[in-house]
Each structure stands twice: as structure tokens, then as C-alpha cells.
């Protein structure tokens, strides 16, 4: 087993052991995943991937972090932009398919959302205009980007450039799949497709290998790991909480979700353009010279340097 395979075994090893096993602890206390206690017990769960991703490029393949993408990179902003408003493109096109597929429509004061999801005989809270909802969600997405770090800094900062370096389109859909695979354990029990989470397994995998490809195109042509983090963290700020408020309780979650089958349509026109465009080429991807002189000659002072 070379340095480079090592260094992806274990990296899974422990990014998977460190998510399912809490996970696991917290599900077998009673916790539903679909509850605000779970999102708060599991919070560390979500950084298993990048102190995985650490402790492999620290002391099992002692790399180092020059083609970590820590920096920021604001002379990309265009791209950071991208990755924070895509989720409202993609909300929009939902919104105007659903109906015209006849897979159900969308309540846009998000009230039928609210009482399907909060427990019966629960006060319904004011819920602001659709409008402010969004705008005060994307901006949320900001501060939710530290939180995304945890898993991006794993999963598109290590693992994806790091397992077909030469074949970037290959490595997104493979990271995609573990990336997937990853989230079983939660999506089985109904975190994101509760009417359907056995069939939400095969809906989840093929959004993640696109979103794989599209967080993918923002990191490289970035070079910064906090593009796609940012654009994560909207996924889950923007995209899933409007989707869920606004069809819940009028429609199947696994065709209306930010992440579901309708989300295809332009996630998957994103990911067309990237791969068919040349957008994911192994030439000037970040890092890549640092990488292949690691993994020519492992521990020279290149390729070990210092965390920054």
C-alpha cells in the first residue's frame, strides 16, 4: 500500500467512525435525527471529515497543508457568489416545476410547512414574508460556513484531491459516493426524506455527486476550501429549509427537497456545463505541482510545510 492509499484508508476510516458511532449513541438515547437535540448532540459528528483530513495530512502521510485551500481567495468573489446564491436558483426552479409536473405546489407563506413539522398543539411562531425568509436565510449561510468547513476541509480538500488526482471528474463522482454513504446512517432513519428514506438513499447519492462536481469546480477554480463551504452551508441554510416550509405536508419531500429529484434539473444543467466545458481538469488544479512532488518524494520540506 503506498503513501497516497494510506492516507485515503485511514482518512475514511476515521472520518466514518467518528460521525456513525455518535451518531449511533445519540439515535439509540431516543433522539429523532428531525429534531433540534439531534442537530446539537451530533455537532461534532459534522467535523469528523476535517479532523480526519488533519490527522492524516499531520501524521500518517505528513504531507502538510500547502494544498489545503485555507486561505480566503476574494479576488474569486465571483465564484463565492455562485456557491451562496445557487440554492436560490435552484428553490426557484422547484417552485415553478412542481406544479407544472403535478407533484404538488408550493405554500409561499410556508404556514402548512410549519404546522406539518412542529409537534401538534405546538403555537405557531410568526413566520416572516417569503422574501425576508430568504434573505435572512442566505445571510445566515454566512455564519454557517465555519460549521460546513468540518466536512468540506474532509471531503474536498483531502479526499477529492487526493483520489484520482489526474481524473477530476472520476473523483468527484467517487467522493460524491462517500460522501453519500456517509450520511446513511441518518438518512435511513428519515433526516432528509422522511416519507421515503429507503428510496431517499438513491435520491440523496446522485444530488451529492453533482453538488460533488459543482463544490468541486468552486474549489478549484478558487483555491480556497471557504467556497465551498460557503456554498454547503447555503445548501443546507437556503435550500433546505425553504423547500421543507414550503411543501411539507403538500407533497413528496423526495421529488420537492432541495436535494431531491426536481433539484436534478439544474443541479445536474450545472454539472453538464462543468464537465462537458472542461470546467475540472487536472492542469492548474489547486495545489496539484505541491501534491505531486509529496507523493514523488514524501516528507520533503515543500511538501510538509507549515499549516496556513
Given at each position: 500500500?503506498?503513501?497516497?492509499?494510506?492516507?485515503?484508508?485511514?482518512?475514511?476510516?476515521?472520518?466514518?467512525?467518528?460521525?456513525?458511532?455518535?451518531?449511533?449513541?445519540?439515535?439509540?438515547?431516543?433522539?429523532?435525527?428531525?429534531?433540534?437535540?439531534?442537530?446539537?448532540?451530533?455537532?461534532?459528528s459534522?467535523?469528523?471529515?476535517?479532523?480526519?483530513?488533519?490527522?492524516?495530512?499531520?501524521?500518517?502521510?505528513?504531507?502538510?497543508?500547502?494544498?489545503?485551500?485555507?486561505?480566503?481567495?476574494?479576488?474569486?468573489?465571483?465564484?463565492?457568489?455562485?456557491?451562496?446564491?445557487?440554492?436560490?436558483?435552484?428553490?426557484?426552479?422547484?417552485?415553478?416545476?412542481?406544479?407544472?409536473?403535478?407533484?404538488?405546489?408550493?405554500?409561499?407563506?410556508?404556514?402548512?410547512?410549519a404546522?406539518?413539522?412542529l409537534?401538534?398543539?405546538?403555537?405557531?411562531?410568526?413566520?416572516?414574508?417569503l422574501?425576508?425568509?430568504?434573505?435572512?436565510?442566505?445571510?445566515?449561510?454566512?455564519?454557517?460556513?465555519?460549521?460546513?468547513?468540518?466536512?468540506?476541509?474532509?471531503?474536498?480538500?483531502?479526499?477529492?484531491?487526493?483520489?484520482?488526482?489526474?481524473?477530476?471528474i472520476?473523483?468527484?463522482v467517487?467522493?460524491?459516493?462517500?460522501?453519500?454513504?456517509?450520511?446513511?446512517?441518518?438518512?435511513?432513519?428519515?433526516?432528509?426524506?422522511?416519507?421515503?428514506?429507503?428510496?431517499?438513499?438513491?435520491?440523496?447519492?446522485?444530488s451529492?455527486?453533482?453538488?460533488?462536481?459543482?463544490f468541486?469546480?468552486?474549489?478549484?477554480?478558487?483555491?480556497?476550501?471557504?467556497?465551498?463551504?460557503?456554498?454547503?452551508?447555503?445548501?443546507?441554510?437556503?435550500?433546505?429549509?425553504?423547500?421543507?416550509?414550503?411543501?411539507?405536508?403538500?407533497?413528496?419531500?423526495?421529488?420537492?427537497?432541495?436535494?431531491?429529484?426536481?433539484?436534478?434539473?439544474?443541479?445536474?444543467?450545472l454539472?453538464?456545463?462543468?464537465?462537458?466545458?472542461?470546467?475540472?481538469?487536472?492542469?492548474?488544479?489547486?495545489?496539484l505541482?505541491?501534491?505531486?512532488t509529496?507523493?514523488?518524494h514524501?516528507?520533503?520540506?515543500?511538501?510538509?510545510?507549515?499549516?496556513?
Amino acid at each position: 500500500m503506498n503513501t497516497r492509499t494510506k492516507g485515503i484508508a485511514v482518512y475514511l476510516l476515521i472520518a466514518f467512525a467518528l460521525a456513525w458511532i455518535p451518531w449511533e449513541i445519540v439515535i439509540r438515547l431516543g433522539i429523532s435525527v428531525r429534531t433540534p437535540q439531534f442537530q446539537l448532540a451530533s455537532l461534532p459528528s459534522a467535523f469528523a471529515p476535517a479532523f480526519a483530513a488533519f490527522i492524516v495530512r499531520k501524521w500518517v502521510t505528513r504531507e502538510g497543508f500547502a494544498d489545503a485551500g485555507l486561505r480566503l481567495n476574494l479576488s474569486k468573489w465571483r465564484y463565492y457568489l455562485v456557491g451562496w446564491l445557487l440554492p436560490l436558483v435552484v428553490v426557484g426552479c422547484i417552485v415553478v416545476l412542481a406544479p407544472l409536473l403535478g407533484l404538488g405546489k408550493a405554500d409561499l407563506s410556508m404556514m402548512r410547512g410549519a404546522k406539518a413539522i412542529l409537534p401538534p398543539g405546538t403555537p405557531l411562531p410568526h413566520i416572516p414574508s417569503l422574501w425576508i425568509s430568504a434573505a435572512v436565510l442566505t445571510f445566515f449561510a454566512v455564519l454557517g460556513a465555519p460549521v460546513s468547513f468540518g466536512e468540506e476541509f474532509g471531503w474536498r480538500s483531502y479526499l477529492q484531491l487526493r483520489l484520482f488526482p489526474q481524473q477530476p471528474i472520476l473523483s468527484a463522482v467517487v467522493t460524491g459516493l462517500f460522501w453519500s454513504l456517509w450520511h446513511f446512517p441518518v438518512l435511513v432513519r428519515g433526516y432528509a426524506f422522511p416519507d421515503n428514506p429507503y428510496s431517499g438513499l438513491i435520491v440523496f447519492t446522485i444530488s451529492a455527486v453533482l453538488l460533488s462536481i459543482i463544490f468541486g469546480w468552486l474549489r478549484l477554480k478558487t483555491a480556497s476550501i471557504w467556497s465551498t463551504s460557503l456554498a454547503h452551508a447555503a445548501t443546507n441554510a437556503v435550500g433546505g429549509n425553504l423547500t421543507m416550509l414550503m411543501f411539507t405536508g403538500g407533497a413528496s419531500l423526495i421529488w420537492v427537497l432541495d436535494l431531491g429529484i426536481l433539484a436534478w434539473i439544474p443541479l445536474g444543467a450545472l454539472s453538464a456545463w462543468i464537465v462537458f466545458t472542461g470546467q475540472l481538469k487536472p492542469a492548474g488544479a489547486p495545489g496539484l505541482a505541491v501534491f505531486e512532488t509529496w507523493e514523488a518524494h514524501p516528507g520533503t520540506k515543500d511538501s510538509s510545510s507549515a499549516l496556513r
